[in-house]
């Protein structure tokens, strides 16, 4: 890998921003393209208003909203156990790391902490949340760019992880299985064994997709230099996740914090980029599937035994006061700022999603970049359309 | 050489049938089906399996379906141009198909100019393209006509520049003396097999296949479809028979530029130790067009199933920087050798 420097990226930068403000100034009249809300690049409803001088982007405007579905305000109708299948369809890809943040939060507020053996399942479940998740967009990017076959290859390794995940909980997508103080169901019988041959499937699928998308020339030459995000600019947009640290900020919550989780007793490396344009952010999110898998492996060594559920109350109340608890998701922080008045459901809750503040870089990042750019840079900044909208 | 002896309308007669009727209806359909299984496999799927044995039938499958589809007309579109595109595309490349021959006598039109004649032919697709983009009366589909006006002007030059090097050694623009030039030839004196031009004309034979593949608006050149992007580009606002005729115009473009390339640099009808000009390479002839013609079929859906696209400058400087270049000096190399030798 070799990085661009400081210097280049100044460079990139304002060569793009003087040419945008060339054709300003010349006053060729400009073309308004609508970008969505119906377009396969958006995978969704995000509508970008994209003001064109010939190919090249003047301005881009995104405007979300098409699909919100109210979860902040429908939590104060639903009592605490109900709100992990709210939850579970906001980053509808990595479904059960959604449900975690909410449960710890609800968990510090009622000062109980979910026996060693859940908290290691949790970890194991959230780990494959994000492999099933990043595994789709590493095909999809593909698609993005124009390589068809890595799409099926993603959704084909995928199954095997939501397999698991459907072995456990009975759901391929909306698992709704943590519970407060615990989870749900115990694992099983050989569930752990299949899991590390599911995890050889999930590296073997990113050797191939380094082999087949990362490591081919157009793929590079299309991403390479393209929608550069400089350090200042990611921190001061409140990006976070992969696109954080492909901008090469080292963060990552999962080390950074303390959990109740079982992280700190697996060994794995936060993988930064230097470089901050689209290809890091693609090489970042790929090296994560394969940490991940690291990870995955490592606690399935060492799962304690004991119970799976703490001492929780029949009915849960949880006492009055405010909790804010984030996690590393797969697309980046996500975060559940509770507050609660002693009832059966939270008086207000806060969703805070990483998709909505890394689409907020889109004004910046696409000026001056061209029509083709803009699909990529969106596809590498990886949104998930329900995690923008909530 | 019976066909010889008739008169020329009925000669005319009986080979448009034969060759119609015989070669290019069940090889459409052979290639398409051919095409679909292979390209399923490389992304680890089945392709057509229920319409008939092994899925053969699914070419008749997608005309029955699209046939009862709404033929729709956008409201502020060209109405007439509209209707019109699909034909001119598909017209332009079943062109091609005439002067492609398939035998001693199993041919359309024997043209003293035929690979001149098929390159002109080809390149009118770009006409139905820029109209289909203008007639939808949408943005995606414009810019999409637009591209591939652009891109097909650029990979037009390298293509024909490729061809002249098969032409300055075979010494004729006719497709069915280059075959003979080629079953006839001999490298360096060693003529056993022949000399099929790919062995002589290596860097022409992958500067026609790039450029085939970027006329043919495939990946990594699918800039004007780039259904990521533009929503398929000038195919956006299409929809049943109208749709299914690009789509047909692709696939038989493909097969046309294979089968060119096949006459062109494989050898066409001819195999080494068969005598080019018996009557029974009539009927084997087009066996073994067909089957070259799928070989290099193959190298093409091969390509674009596995590359991601280029960026329209990127592709341009492909084309003017790179391409057209290398094969002008593969012209001077062959017109020097050609002496030389």
């Known amino acids: ?33 609508n970008i969505g809300p119906q377009h396969p690049a958006t995978h969704g409803t995000l509508r970008i208003v994209v003001k064109l001088d010939g190919e090249q982007v003047i301005d881009a405007q995104p405007i979300p909203g098409y699909m919100h579905r109210g979860y902040e305000k429908l939590t104060e109708v639903r009592t605490y156990p109900q709100v992990t299948t709210l939850v579970n369809r906001i980053d509808w890809l990595g479904h059960f790391a959604n449900e975690v943040p909410f449960i710890l939060g609800a968990e510090q507020l009622m000062g109980i902490e979910a026996p060693p053996r859940a908290q290691w399942i949790r970890t194991i479940f959230f780990e494959l949340a994000r492999q099933a998740n990043i595994t789709l967009f590493l095909g999809d990017l593909g698609a993005q760019i124009g390589a068809i076959t890595p799409v099926f290859y993603a959704f084909r390794d995928r199954e095997h992880v939501l397999n698991l995940m459907e072995s456990v909980t009975g759901g391929r997508f909306h698992p709704n299985f943590d519970r407060i103080g615990g989870l749900k169901d115990d694992l099983p019988k050989g569930w752990v064994e299949e899991c590390k041959a599911v995890m050889v499937r999930v590296k073997g699928f990113c050797d191939q ?39 090469g900020v080292d963060w990552d919550l999962r080390r950074d914090r303390d959990y109740p989780l079982a992280w700190k007793h697996a060994d794995f490396n936060v993988i930064t980029h230097p470089d901050g344009d689209a290809f890091a952010r693609c090489w970042v999110r790929l090296q994560e599937v394969r940490e991940s898998a690291k990870i995955v492996e490592q606690l399935c060594d060492g799962i304690p035994a004991g119970p799976i559920m703490a001492k929780v109350p029949r009915i849960i109340k949880v006492p009055a006061g405010e909790a804010w608890v984030s996690t590393e998701n797969p697309l980046g922080e996500m975060g559940y700022y509770i507050v609660s008045k002693g009832d059966l459901g939270p008086f207000r809750c806060k969703i805070r999603s990483a998709s909505f503040n890394n689409i907020s870089v889109v004004p910046w990042v696409m000026k001056g970049v061209y029509v083709p750019d803009v699909i990529a840079i969106l596809a590498s900044l990886y949104f998930i359309l329900g995690d923008i909208d909530r | 050489m019976i066909l010889a002896a008739l008169p020329y309308w009925e000669s005319t007669i009986i080979r448009v049938v034969l060759v119609l009727a015989a070669v290019l209806l069940p090889a459409g359909t052979f290639v398409y089906v051919f095409l679909f299984k292979m390209m399923s496999f490389m992304q680890s799927r089945l392709g057509p399996m229920e319409a008939g044995p092994y899925g053969s039938l699914q070419l008749l499958a997608e005309v029955g379906k699209s046939l009862q589809k709404e033929d729709i007309f956008p409201e502020r579109a060209d109405r007439t141009l509209f209707a019109l595109a ?34 002109a032919v080809s390149s009118l697709s770009v006409i139905g393209i820029l109209v289909a983009g203008w007639a939808s009366a949408n943005k995606y589909s414009l810019m999409g006509g637009l591209r591939a006006a652009g891109q097909l002007i650029a990979y037009e030059l390298p293509m024909v520049l490729a061809v002249v090097g098969v032409v300055i050694q075979a010494g004729s623009l006719n497709l069915i003396q280059i075959v003979n030039s080629q079953a006839n030839g001999s490298i360096f004196g060693f003529g056993a097999l022949g000399n099929p031009f790919i062995l002589t004309q290596f860097v022409a034979f992958g500067l026609f296949l790039m450029a085939a593949q970027a006329e043919l608006s495939q990946a990594p050149f699918d800039m004007p479809v780039a259904e990521s992007e533009l929503v398929s580009g000038y195919m956006t606002e299409y929809s049943g028979m109208r749709f299914l005729l690009f789509f047909i ?93």
Do not use: C
């Open chain 1, 1 to 33: 890998m070799t990085a661009i420097t400081e210097r280049q990226q100044r460079a990139y930068i304002g060569a793009i921003a003087a040419e945008a403000r060339v054709n300003v100034e010349l006053e060729t009249e400009g073309m308004t393209l």
């Open chain 1, 209 to 247: 997709i380094e082999d087949l998308l990362m490591g081919n020339e157009i793929f590079q030459a299309r991403l390479r230099g393209v929608g550069i995000i400089p350090k200042d600019i990611a921190l001061s947009y409140g990006l976070s996740g992969a696109n954080l640290r492909a901008s």
């Open chain 2, 249 to 341: 115009g692709e696939f038989a473009s493909a097969g046309a530029f294979a089968a060119l390339a096949a006459t062109l640099f494989l050898g066409g009808w001819w195999l080494p130790g068969l005598d080019l000009n018996a009557n029974y390479m009539n009927v084997i002839g087009p066996i073994v067009v067909l089957t070259k013609m799928m070989l290099v079929a193959f190298l093409i859906f091969w390509f674009r199933f596995t590359y991601p696209r280029f960026r329209e400058d990127q592709l341009q400087t492909l084309a003017w920087k790179y391409l057209i270049p290398i094969s002008l000096a593969n012209i001077m190399v062959t017109a020097v050798l050609k002496v030389v030798f």
């Open chain 2, 86 to 119: 699909p034909y001119i595309v598909v017209g332009s490349v079943l062109l091609v198909y005439v002067v492609i021959p398939f035998g001693p006598d199993a041919w359309f039109a024997n043209l003293d100019t035929g690979i001149f004649y098929a390159l």
